[in-house]
């Protein structure tokens, strides 16, 4: 049974920078597309950014220049490098894998997902 366990979450002020893992574990097979949404409080959950299997990446525009995504295929654990962080960005983020065959910005793209961890963003 595949897993996603995230970690890093936490508080952090305005300004401030956190990463983001998420391991997968209980598959021998790679996943063409590991990715991060988020849920902000009282909102739809949204597209963070993706990455596929050849190292290609997707951003959704709020976070363009202040989060980076990056994988590591050996360990099929994906990051989520997140910097300048603004209190929008408060939210329950998660980790999610898949074929990325509907798009990487999409959730059916996505087959398993992970728990979620809390990020707040406040001073």
């Known amino acids: 049974q595949v897993q996603l366990v995230e970690s890093g979450g936490g508080l952090v002020q305005p300004g401030g920078s956190l990463r983001l893992s998420c391991a997968a574990s209980?598959?021998?097979?790679?996943?063409?597309?590991m990715g991060w949404f988020r849920r902000p409080p009282g909102k739809e959950r949204e597209f963070v950014a993706a990455?596929?299997?050849?190292?290609?990446?997707l951003s959704a525009d709020s976070v363009k220049g202040r989060f980076t995504i990056s994988r590591d295929n050996a360990k099929n654990t994906v990051y989520l490098r997140m910097n300048s962080l603004k209190p929008e960005d408060t939210a329950v983020y998660y980790c999610?894998?898949?074929?990325?065959?509907?798009?990487?910005?999409?959730?059916?793209?996505?087959?398993?997902w992970g728990q979620g961890t809390q990020v707040t963003v406040s001073s």
């Open positions: 999610a894998a898949g074929r990325g065959d509907k798009g990487l910005q999409f959730g059916p793209s996505y087959n398993y």
């Open positions: 209980g598959s021998a097979v790679s996943f063409n597309a």
């Open positions: 990455v596929t299997f050849g190292t290609m990446t």
